[in-house]
C-alpha cells in the first residue's frame, strides 16, 4: 500500500460518519479546480473533489 493510501484510510479512520458528511458538504461548496486546490486539504476534502471531477467528466444520466 502506498503511503497516500495509508494516509487515506488513517484519516477517515479517526474521522466519525458525521465529521465526513460535514467535510464531504464543505469540499462541494468550497470546490476548487484540482489545478488550484491544496494538497494540504483533508484526505476526504480532496476525496470529494475528486469525485466532484469525475461527475464533471462522466455526468450522470437521469432514469
Known amino acids: 500500500m502506498s503511503s497516500l493510501a495509508a494516509t487515506k484510510v488513517?484519516?477517515?479512520a479517526n474521522v466519525d460518519l458525521?465529521?465526513?458528511l460535514r467535510l464531504r458538504a464543505w469540499a462541494r461548496s468550497h470546490y476548487?479546480?484540482?489545478?488550484?486546490?491544496s494538497r494540504r486539504?483533508?484526505?476526504i476534502v480532496l476525496d470529494e473533489m475528486q469525485?466532484?471531477?469525475?461527475?464533471?467528466?462522466t455526468p450522470?444520466?437521469?432514469?
Not at 32 to 37: H, K, T, V
Not at 51 to 57: A, G, L, V
Open 32 to 37: 476548487e479546480p484540482a489545478d488550484r486546490r
Open 51 to 57: 469525485r466532484k471531477d469525475q461527475e464533471q467528466i
Open 41 to 43: 486539504l483533508h484526505p
Open 10 to 12: 488513517d484519516s477517515r
Open 60 to 63: 450522470s444520466h437521469p432514469r
Open 18 to 20: 458525521v465529521e465526513e
